[in-house]
């Protein structure tokens, strides 16, 4: 199967800075990229989808000024969680999905926790 | 409302028997339904793809079934392992949507040796 990777795994960081990561879909081009929030024995919530050269779709509920999304290429699309809180702290994965496809493919998550 | 609901929270078997997982769904007209694993800390991994028109689609010890009448997924595990225990999703994807999946929330297997 394709391949998504996530950059960093697992990031630490003080309440009210702002945290970036990355998704790249190393041997795909992804038309569309999307990005979820998992708590703890909880199923993934979808947060945004992106198409590239796009602005993100937010779901409903989710502050689009405070998860920046940005999809400049077909194989990296970013997260920039602003002004992040201790309430932030979650799990956090992305997924790529190439135009006629019916899968998508997701990267092995992000771990923020925000002192 | 809209709702997506896997059986148990968890489900511990017997090496060797069969696994059932369930998931319904109430207020959707899916195009496919999806399972993936996910082990702890990880990302999902994509299983198996059933479509509204199939009944049932197998991949060597994985059977899934889809009834859209009954608006409900089984999806089995044969001889299981120790090895298969992890949280299985199933995941919605819905017409028109750009490809959004919509995830139940999960049902953790646990294989005792």
């Known amino acids: 199967g394709a391949v998504v990777s996530q950059h960093p795994s697992r990031v630490i960081c003080k309440s009210g800075t702002s945290v970036k990561i990355e998704c790249r879909s190393l041997?795909?081009?992804?038309?569309?990229m999307f990005w979820y929030r998992q708590f703890p024995k909880q199923s993934l919530m979808l947060m945004a989808t992106s198409n590239e050269g796009s602005k993100a779709t937010y779901e409903q509920g989710v502050e689009k000024d405070k998860f920046l999304i940005n999809h400049a290429s077909l194989t990296l699309s970013t997260l920039t969680v602003t002004s992040a809180h201790p309430e932030d702290s979650s799990f956090y994965i992305c997924?790529?999905?190439?135009?006629?496809?019916?899968?998508?493919?997701f990267g092995p998550g992000t771990r923020l926790t925000v002192l | 409302s809209q709702k997506i609901e896997q059986n148990s929270e968890a489900l511990n078997i017997q090496e060797g028997k069969t696994a059932t997982l369930t998931c319904n769904y109430t207020n959707y007209s899916p195009a496919y339904l999806q399972w993936y694993r996910q082990d702890p800390g990880r990302g999902p991994v994509f299983l198996l793809l059933?479509?509204?028109?199939?009944k049932e689609k197998r991949k060597e010890r994985l059977k899934v079934t889809f009834d859209t009448t009954l608006k409900q997924s089984l999806f089995h595990i044969t001889a299981s392992q120790p090895a298969d225990s992890a949280t299985y999703l199933c995941a919605l994807l819905i017409y028109n949507q750009g490809g959004k999946l919509i995830f139940g929330q999960g049902t953790e297997l646990s294989v005792k040796p």
């Open positions: 997924s790529g999905l190439t135009r006629g496809w019916s899968e998508q493919f």
């Open positions: 041997d795909f081009q992804a038309t569309t």
């Open positions: 059933i479509r509204e028109n199939e």
